[in-house]
């Protein structure tokens, strides 16, 4: 399957008879919406059945799938509303990440520790500056360089 092929797929089962206005304020509630739910699924996998990702029960993860193509849906809804087609959305988003790290993902950027929000050099990958990573126990980050601040000057 391809983008283009998908797009097509969404066109043809959009309702006709939709203003412009109304079509964006579907696709922008539906994407909404749908995203919520992919949030609510996870929450209560996470948090009241207390599934680690990794081992989030089949049915779960079929669910999240699920959900993950509604939230699809709506947003190639909403792109071709623009004239926007999903290789473009993609290619934006991609100069955009690229423009605020161009090393690549895994390079420590200056930005704004999640954890304490002070402005240190942080990893990419987790988010944590050096020194709240040993407060907070982030044992989920397995990239070797986290810096201390002002290493990566």
């Known amino acids: 399957m391809t983008p283009r092929f998908y797009e097509t797929f969404v066109q ?13 304020v579907m696709g922008a509630l539906g994407l909404t919406g749908e995203a919520g ?6 929450k209560k996998a996470l948090f009241h059945q207390r599934d680690p990702v990794a081992a989030l029960p089949l049915a779960t993860r079929d669910a999240l799938l ?13 792109a ?7 290789i473009d959305v993609m290619t ?25 929000g002070s402005e240190r050099d942080v990893c990419d990958h987790c988010g944590y500056c050096a020194a709240c990573i ?8 397995d ?8 290493e990566a000057d």
């Open 66 to 78: 699920s959900e993950l193509g509604d939230v699809l849906w709506y947003l190639t809804l909403l």
């Open 143 to 150: 990239e070797e360089e986290v810096l201390t601040e002002g």
């Open 92 to 116: 934006a988003n991609v100069l955009k990440l690229r423009a605020r790290c161009p090393q690549g993902g895994a390079t420590p950027a200056r930005r704004c520790c999640v954890v304490c």
């Open 12 to 24: 043809r089962l959009t309702l006709a008879g939709f203003s412009d206005t109304e079509r964006v």
């Open 37 to 42: 739910e992919v949030a609510d699924l996870l």
């Open 80 to 86: 071709s509303c623009f004239d926007w087609s999903l």
């Open 134 to 141: 040993p407060d907070y126990g982030q044992e989920g980050c």
